[in-house]
């Protein structure tokens, strides 16, 4: 038992080296998020998408309003199929049971 416990520490404390000479790794590969830009005329504030990227922001927009548009038609009118299904099931289970007699549904024979 003693020995389990043993190899289960050095496991641990190995792995935990190994993750700390990893994370010292990236540490010092990561390059700094500052500016490169040797032109002074660049102003990184200023950058803006332009025409292309409205036009496309656009498109997107146009786009996505009109798939809403017809999803809408297609709920409702798959709604309304299901309504009209439902409606017209009643109906006809209604003129089967009037066809059938008033007494059809105790056990009497309907009368000829």
């Known amino acids: 038992m003693v020995v389990e416990v043993s190899v289960i520490v050095a496991a641990s404390s190995g792995i935990h080296t190994a993750l700390g000479t990893a994370l010292g ?3 010092e ?3 700094d998020p500052t500016p490169t830009s040797t032109d ?3 102003n990184p504030d200023t ?3 332009g025409t292309i990227g409205f036009i496309v922001t656009l498109g997107v927009m146009v786009l996505a309003v009109l798939l809403i548009i017809d999803m809408t038609r ?3 009118r798959v709604n309304m199929r299901a309504q009209v299904t439902e409606k017209l099931d009643a109906e006809e289970a209604a003129r089967a049971a009037a066809d059938r007699g008033p007494g059809a549904g105790r056990g009497q024979l ?3």
Request: hydrophobic share 45%; charged share 15%; no cysteine.
């Open 25 to 27: 790794w990236l540490a």
């Open 29 to 31: 590969v990561t390059p």
């Open 40 to 42: 002074p005329a660049f």
């Open 47 to 49: 950058v803006t998408p």
């Open 74 to 76: 297609r709920v409702r």
């Open 110 to 112: 309907p009368r000829s």
